[in-house]
């Protein structure tokens, strides 16, 4: 039952809690923590923006995470502004009607810092869940987290000491995906369920989940895998894509004359992933999850030229993908903008696919640095992130 038909305050036992997840990562991270709420509090109400994951979990979706899914600084942004800050101001009077007893905000910085800032004004308090990439770009912003949050839900190690130096209270919980994928993916399995043959050479082609990432990184992707079937004729190309991004992606399949020679598999991204060899991929959560699955991969991403100028004078690291960021080198390779060509990707993508033919080490020292990386992401994410929370409340 929706949180806003209670006209009795809700018992201690029995919290509101608030949510707001943005896009489909965040969907998933969200489902994943409300399976360790319900096994604290089974009666909680939860309500607010989210997706399918969180709904299985008997969330209450006011509107679909997919309505804030946009990336950018340039069009990109200004097409859906009025909408996304209606949204918000719609929401946000909502919760200061019937006050949650704790808002999370999952990921989706630009959408949730300031609806925090706002609730936390008037005695809600708020979590965040997934630190803002500070340490990648927008320095700027650890203000608006230390004055928009009660405290911050970290994925990565390193974070909470970066936050505690700034006055921002933070626990490491470890990424949920660490402890969801296995340390040894099953490749065989993953094959079986696709009706993919152990021997097949299978190539996964990830061009992202948003509108603007498939219309920057699509057709580009499917023009690479062109490339790749003059030298691999016999390759199998995988595309998971989530329901409201399919069209888009036939249609650019079309244009690039390459319908006819992917499998477009709605969704199971996390199957693809341990069915292929290698992955042509989008810069994103999908590159850790790529990495937790020990895939080689090719990381690209494209955005328009203001986006890209605006990024750039903010970006604080020499990488964006990130297996490179957490290993604090260049593991697999990026290209980015103009560099991220038919040519130069496929080229790049045939590498890995010679390196499994010809060269055992180098995917064996990938594969080393992949398990490093999985090793320390893994934690008891919903324990401790309970935990976290449950003291909040308790305040």
Request: charged share 20%; with cysteine; net charge positive.
């Amino acid at each position: 039952m929706p949180a806003e038909l209670h006209a009795e305050p809700l018992p201690a036992s029995t919290p509101f809690v608030a949510m707001v997840a943005g896009e489909a990562s965040g969907d998933l991270l969200a489902g994943l923590l409300l399976a360790g709420l319900r096994q604290r509090w089974p009666e909680m109400l939860a309500a607010g923006i989210g997706g399918p994951n969180m709904t299985r979990q008997g969330f209450s979706a006011w509107w679909p995470h997919h309505k804030l899914a946009v990336h950018g600084f340039g069009w990109e942004v200004l097409r859906k502004y009025r909408e996304i800050v209606g949204i918000r101001n719609q929401l946000r009077s909502r919760l200061l009607d019937k006050k949650p007893d704790l808002f999370i905000g999952v990921d989706a910085p630009d959408f949730n810092l300031e609806l925090e800032c706002k609730l936390r004004e008037h005695g809600v308090r708020t979590v965040h869940f997934v630190c803002p990439s500070i340490w990648a770009w927008r320095a700027e912003r650890v203000e608006k987290i230390r004055n928009s949050v009660d405290h911050v839900l970290c994925i990565f190690p390193f974070e909470p000491a970066l936050l505690a130096s700034h006055g921002i209270d933070a626990t490491y919980v470890g990424h949920p995906l660490a402890s969801l994928i296995p340390m040894e993916p099953d490749k065989l399995a993953a094959r079986a369920t696709l009706g993919i043959q152990p021997g097949d050479t299978v190539l996964a082609i990830l061009p992202g989940s948003r509108a603007s990432e498939i219309q920057y990184l699509a057709e580009t992707f499917f023009e690479t895998a062109k490339r790749i079937r003059k030298q691999l004729p016999n390759i199998k190309l995988l595309v998971p894509a989530v329901a409201s991004m399919r069209n888009a992606i036939e249609n650019a399949a079309k244009r690039a004359c390459m319908l006819e020679h992917v499998t477009i598999i709605n969704g199971q991204s996390h199957t693809v992933l341990a069915a292929c060899d290698v992955t042509l991929i989008a810069s994103g959560t999908a590159t850790l999850e790529a990495a937790l699955y020990k895939r080689p991969m090719v990381i690209a991403y494209r955005m328009s030229w203001l986006s890209w100028q605006i990024m750039r004078r903010k970006q604080l690291q020499p990488w964006v993908g990130l297996p490179n960021i957490l290993s604090q080198s260049f593991i697999v390779p990026e290209l980015l903008q103009e560099e991220a060509t038919p040519e130069a990707l496929s080229r790049e993508v045939l590498q890995w696919f010679n390196a499994i033919a010809l060269r055992p080490e180098k995917l064996a020292a990938l594969q080393q640095q992949y398990v490093a990386l999985h090793k320390s992401l893994q934690r008891d994410t919903t324990s401790l992130a309970t935990h976290a929370i449950e003291k909040i409340l308790a305040h």
